[in-house]
């Protein structure tokens, strides 16, 4: 390739515009190495309630005092609902939360339920009251329970108990279990 020559006029109207110019000293760059921050873990939810379902139920009837609830998620067979009812599985952990104010059941029920599901507790007790304490005999927390549980996630079927367990003021619940438990199964029977 042939070397091309600059005139006189163009030399100086590039060294304007390059400007002032030193000399390297040395021709090895040295590379700052920038400390990495540490990383540190995700921040788990703190909202309770994101295990409950966007949409909101509609036609859900309210219940009476003596009335009793249950509820079967779609896919799963009536069975399920009648060994739950007759106590076939055994109970993990329990709750009472009546006598509480709306908001302190449901912030005390979603914390609850979400601590079973993560130790991977399968039936659970909660006891909410029949509401005879409030006012026009409409049972509050019996009413807001039926509804709080049909829109948790991991429900799969709730029941009201049996009398010796609390009647129309307490249910059972049936929990999807975790997912490392349905894991630890599979590998059992392989």
């Known amino acids: 390739m042939a070397k091309k020559t600059l005139t006189v006029e163009d030399q100086d109207l590039f060294r304007q515009t390059i400007g002032k110019v030193r000399a390297v000293n040395a021709d090895k760059v040295l590379l700052n190495k920038q400390i990495k921050p540490k990383p540190y873990p995700k921040q788990l939810s703190t909202d309770e309630s994101s295990h409950l379902l966007e949409s909101a139920i509609t ?7 003596e009335d009793s609830i249950s509820f079967l ?7 399920v609902l009648k060994k739950l009812r ?11 939360l009546h006598g ?17 599901v993560k130790s991977g507790c399968h039936c659970v007790h909660i006891v909410h009251g029949k509401g005879y304490r409030s006012a026009d005999n409409h ?3 019996k009413n807001n329970l039926n ?13 009201s108990a049996s009398s010796k367990d609390g009647g129309a003021g307490a249910v059972f619940v049936l929990l999807r279990l975790a997912e490392k438990y349905n894991h630890a199964d599979e590998q059992e029977r392989l």
Request: hydrophobic content about 45%; aromatic content about 10%.
């Open 59 to 65: 036609g859900l009837e309210t219940v009476g005092l």
């Open 73 to 79: 998620a779609p896919g799963l067979q009536n069975k």
């Open 86 to 96: 007759r106590g076939f599985f055994d109970l993990d952990a329990e709750i009472d």
């Open 100 to 116: 509480l104010t709306s908001n302190a059941a449901k912030a005390q029920l979603m914390s609850f339920l979400n601590d079973c």
């Open 139 to 141: 049972p509050v927390l």
């Open 147 to 159: 509804l709080w549980l049909r829109q948790y996630t991991d429900v799969q079927a709730f029941c």
